[in-house]
C-alpha cells in the first residue's frame, strides 16, 4: 500500500461530499503532522462557510479522521525540522512539519500546493505529488512515470 504524508489543503477536501480524497483515502496509508489537526480546527469557520456544511458535519468528519490518518507528534519527527525549514523557507515555512514527517517517514507528501510541488521537483530533497499522481501511484503506475509525468505538467 502506497504511503503518504498529507497536506492540510487535501485535509479540507474531506469535508467535502462526493470528494475524490475519501475515495482514495481507501487505497493509501495517510500520514499527517498533529499540527494539521490544529490547523482544520483554526479553520473551521471557513471550512462551514466555503463547503456549506453545518456545524455538526463539520464535527463528525474532524472527529472522524483519526480512523482515517495517522497523526503524528512532533516529537517523531523533531530530528527533521531543521532540515524541513531549510526547505520550507524558500517558499513556505508553515510547511515545515509536513516535511519534516515526509523525510522522516521517508515517503511522498500528497498536496496541491504548486509552490511545494514544483520546490520538491527542482530541489529533489523531497517529493511532493498532486491528487492525479497519487491516483496514478494507486492504480499501478510507478513512482518514476509518475514523478515523469508530473514534471510535464507542473515545470
Do not use: C
Not at 515526509?102 to 504548486?114: F, G, V
Amino acid at each position: 500500500m502506497v504511503k503518504l504524508a498529507i497536506d492540510t489543503n487535501i485535509l479540507f477536501q474531506f469535508f467535502k461530499r462526493g470528494s475524490r480524497v475519501r475515495e482514495i483515502s481507501k487505497f493509501v496509508e495517510l500520514y499527517a503532522p498533529s499540527y494539521a489537526l490544529y490547523e482544520l480546527y483554526e479553520k473551521m469557520d471557513k471550512i462551514v462557510k466555503t463547503l456549506r456544511i453545518s456545524e455538526e458535519d463539520y464535527y463528525k468528519i474532524y472527529f472522524s479522521l483519526g480512523a482515517i490518518i495517522n497523526f503524528v507528534s512532533e516529537t517523531h519527527y523533531a530530528d527533521k525540522l531543521r532540515d524541513a525549514y531549510e526547505i520550507a523557507k524558500d517558499f513556505d515555512e508553515d510547511d515545515t512539519p509536513f516535511i519534516a514527517l515526509a523525510l522522516k517517514l521517508e515517503i511522498p507528501i500528497w498536496t496541491n500546493d504548486k509552490k511545494m510541488i514544483i520546490h520538491g521537483l527542482k530541489s529533489g530533497k523531497y517529493l511532493a505529488l498532486d491528487t492525479k499522481a497519487v491516483e496514478d501511484l494507486i492504480v499501478g503506475e510507478s513512482l518514476e512515470r509518475v514523478k515523469e509525468d508530473l514534471r510535464k505538467r507542473v515545470l
